[in-house]
Nanobody, 120 residues
Framework: QVQLVECGGGLVQPGGSLTLSCAAS????????MGWYRQAPGKQRELVAT???????IYADSVKGRFTISRDNTKNTLYLRMSSLEPEDTAVYYC??????????????WGQGTQVTVSS
């Protein structure tokens, strides 16, 4: 019923910028929160940023001041603007959505992941 489609990944040079997007579709009654996670090779998946509909937006310390999360509520689309990118930012980035469906149930969904590679 619900699908998260991510796009915007690719290769970028150190110091460059890249913007990811995640479009949510389906039987969504309310979005509790949407966020971005990433997983580097050999590492556990980690939080990048999360944006509750009600509450404070949280960023990982490693990306504060460089990444900006935003949401277009009319399109149910989440964005992550990344600047001053470093090789350490190289990872697969995943969109996450904490949703209330029209059935009344609360569900957690993940996008398919998009590769971000920061390299010269």
């Amino acid at each position: 019923q619900v699908q998260l489609v991510e796009c915007g990944g690719g290769l970028v040079q150190p110091g460059g910028s890249l913007t990811l997007s995640c479009a949510a579709s389906g039987s969504i009654a309310r979005i509790n929160a949407m966020g971005w996670y990433r997983q580097a090779p050999g590492k556990q998946r980690e939080l990048v940023a999360t944006m509750p509909t009600i509450g404070r937006t949280i960023y990982a310390d490693s990306v504060k001041g460089r990444f900006t999360i935003s949401r277009d509520n009319t399109k149910n689309t989440l964005y992550l603007r990344m600047s001053s990118l470093e090789p350490e930012d190289t990872a697969v980035y995943y969109c996450n959505a904490d949703l209330i469906l029209w059935t009344g149930s609360r569900q957690d969904y993940w996008g398919q992941g998009t590769q971000v590679t920061v390299s010269s």
